[in-house]
């Protein structure tokens, strides 16, 4: 993750094709989650749990951003 991520909202430079995107402090329930592809048109496939977002079908070496809503624990 790039410096000045947080559970809400940030971005990564993908290693792989794919990956995984681990919350620091668990939702209440899934948050509402967008995950862009910064580098190129592809669209990223993902699912989010409480926990993490888990990312499918990605492109290695690309630059993935993301924003989620929802209820945080505490």
């Not at 899934?30 to 862009?36: D, N, R």
Request: aromatic fraction near 6%; charged fraction near 5%.
């Amino acid at each position: 993750m790039l410096t000045g991520s947080t559970d809400m909202a940030g971005a990564c430079l993908t290693t792989s094709t794919s990956g995984t995107i681990t919350f620091a402090t668990a939702f209440l329930n899934a948050p509402f989650c967008t995950v862009t592809d910064r580098t190129a048109t592809p669209v990223a496939v993902y699912s989010v749990s409480t926990t993490a977002i888990t990312l499918a079908t990605i492109t290695s070496a690309h630059n993935l951003s993301w924003v989620c809503t929802g209820n945080k624990s505490g």
